[in-house]
């Protein structure tokens, strides 16, 4: 059994994502990164510990939960361990020395991990030990998890800085602190004075991507969107919601993902207007729309899409019309998204073309409402269209950094402060976009039946999500190979 995460013999991008012309549809991806890519990270924060003061940082692998009894479920590796290792085995520790010279005697990278069992490998299947993993990986030293409390404090000692990640690994917590009693009960010696959340260092590195992971996320967004196209293919009047979940199911596993990266939605109906809907059992009806937003997780990293589709492969006309409004949307917000502009921005565009489409359907009345303006002044949108545009995407489909920018002072541009508590402060700005973030553009509208809504939009709900990629110009869509407009998703379920 191999590693599906073991770092790759060359770069991805040197590797074609396809294979063989008679399956080209099978993807066979890259698996992990070389070991200079998770090097390279691990470098940068020995910088950031070298910044603070100098240290040591530690982290935990993801622990391997349990499904029910003596059954545990697939394991997924935490995120920002995965991205400073490459290893996806569960009880293994990483340790960053920022004095570390890159040797076994003075090393910059410590793994701790299971040491080789034959025995456990015949029920479990391989797992690396500290040899293999040294070698394989390129860490500067492995050892057996059985070596952690006789050596970390020792590279504790003589440090100013200790980081790990604070208040989400309780058990690494319970260890540093038995670490650190143990290197402070030593006669005179140095402990660390300074503790940093290592989230603070490894975020804001995942929130901007490099070639590795754009290239990476182009292969889930691919495997995806054509995961969505056999959906399509497969729709029809009477068959239920779970029947369009296994078509996605098996394409992505079929492709070499190892996982969907979220729970599939599949909405027929009024369902769609449900946001957190999972695929049920409901059987798509003539008329229904079905709103499916689901993506697969390859490699360890996410893609996210929704598109929303006749079940019967013919919009009805108020479908129609309120599928161009969320697709006009969607475009304003792409084109919103570009370096300089900030996070906020395609969703500030976005809601402007659907409060329009709200004003100009009757959703939203102009005698009670106003115009666009106001009736995003007072959040009358909102009982339509209830959450933002986008979230970072990455490793975690909703993946870290910061929606605020702490580090750019707030303009004359900026809205007013709320409550009067706040005068004189300047609001936060969101985050400035820069080359190789990675967002999500999902608007929608979800109209549920009610007695002052026109009902021939009662019940549809409609989301059509992209994922994009910030270059130096604009923005790149890493999904659309799955097609957008009413036109062509008609063509494609009518199979011309
Ligand atoms: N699929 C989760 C989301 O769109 O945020
Ligand atoms: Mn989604
Ligand atoms: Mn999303």
Known sequence: MTNPLAPASVAPAETPDTVGADSAWILAPQRGFAPEVFAARRARVADALRAAGGGIALIASAPAPVRSRDSEFPYRQDSSFFYLTGFNEPDALLVIDSRGRGSADQPGSTLFCREKDPLRETWEGFHYGPVAARDTFGFDLALPNSARDGHVPDLIVGTAVIAYPLLTHGPLEADVARWLRDARGRRRVTTPGLVLDLARIVEPMRQVKDVHEIARMRTAGRISAQAHIRAMQASRVGIPEYALEAELLYHFRRSGAQFPAYTSIVAGGANACTLHYAAGDYVLRDGDLVLIDAACELDGYASDITRTFPANGRFTGPQRTLYDIVLAANEAAVAATRPGARFDDAHQAALRILTQGMLDTGLLKRDAHGSVEDAIADRAYARFYMHSTGHWLGLDVHDCGDYIDTATPSDSQTEAPKA??????????????????????????????ADDVPPEYWDIGIRIEDNAVVTDSGCTLLTRDVPVSADEIEALMRGT
């Open 420 to 449: 009067s508590s706040d005068a004189g402060k300047a609001a936060p700005r969101s985050t400035l976009l820069q080359p190789g973030m990675v967002s999500t553009i999902e608007p929608g509208l979800y109209v549920r039946r």
